[in-house]
């Protein structure tokens, strides 16, 4: 699904130089990449704050634990997403409260959030799934109104771009009270690890968020809240110092892949090609296609990718059980059938190849078996 190789040979002096520098000077723990990494992408993103830890799943964690919530408070999520974003939520011994996607965008239904606020909501978490931007303008009205907070879980969509009505552009993730990213190795800006970020433009929310990280620690040996460990080692922030520098080249050269792949399964029947949130541009983390106009997809999509997989394609099911129907999420708040769309796409996507490593003849050559599987079966 990615080319993690051809990409480390593209930058391969420049990583291992801050590599090796790392080493030489034994500086694993808080060493100076750190510290340039997060002023650097601090700039990139425009944000006050960004906050290195150890990984996506410590940010989200970290995030909520900033935001003095009590046990039964209820988050509201997406049900469609991968596991992390409601797993911190219960570790928390919070709620969290799924609800619906759109079927075209797969991002969090606004409509859907607005009816599952009750008076023990506090916070709002939308997922930018596949690497665009749920309706933030809705999702921050609705906030405004209610007076929650939002965490937006940007682990799949880093650089990506929000327009708000009043023309003004914010980068995915600093649009709400605080924003999580993931630099596991195959997201798009990925280290040679795990780590993540937290951002936020609160100057209060900075220093608490910085604390929990860091074992509740105001001053050394003094621990004023609750916290974790949570580091971004010095090695990863070398490479992702490295590497944020070509993540606007990175998104190009995915979006070039996705346009190759609309254009040839655009007008296909049995397909339907994934849909761009109107006010977000998207990096595609994922290429997610339905599988729409068949019967039983589910096991049309078995043997589709049976098909590929004999001709060296690898392709994903992100993600095929939903949340409400895992046994660790089970919940008498719902009952089947509440999350008709969520259940269908789970059904019935299939993400293809995606990476910033996909030239034509790859391209074509995932195409032509595509078109040749969907044409025959
Ligand atoms: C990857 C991911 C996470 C978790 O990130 P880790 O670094 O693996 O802990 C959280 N949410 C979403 C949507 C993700 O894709």
Partial sequence: MVDLKGQYLKIKEE?????NEVIENTAFINGPAVKEFQSDLEKYLSVKYVIPCANGTDALQIAMMALDLKPGDELITANFTYVATAEVI???GLTPVLVDVYPDTFTIDVAAIEKAITPKTKAIVPVHLYGQCAEMEEIIALAKKHNLYVIEDVAQAIGADYVMKDGSKHKAGTIGTIGCTSFFPSKNLGCYGDGGAI??????LAKKLKMIAHHGQSVQYVHDVLGVNSRLDTI???VLKVKLKHLDEYAAARNRAAAHYDKVLANHPKVKIP???KNSTHV????????????SPDSYRGKMREYLAERN??????YPIPLHMQNAYKSDRYKSGDFPVTEKLCASVISLP???ELDQETLNYITDNVLEFLNKS
């Avoid at 990583?15 to 590599?19: L, M, N």
């Avoid at 595609?284 to 019967?295: A, K, M």
């Avoid at 394609?313 to 992100?318: A, E, G, K, L, V």
């Fill in 90 to 92: 219960g570790l928390l």
């Fill in 236 to 238: 990863q922030a070398a």
């Fill in 199 to 204: 951002y936020t433009n609160d100057d209060e």
């Fill in 275 to 277: 849909v761009r949130v």
């Fill in 313 to 318: 394609i690898p392709s994903m099911i992100y």
């Fill in 354 to 356: 995606m990476h910033t």
């Fill in 15 to 19: 990583v291992d130089k801050g590599i």
């Fill in 284 to 295: 595609f983390h994922q290429y997610t296609l339905q599988l729409n106009g068949v019967d």
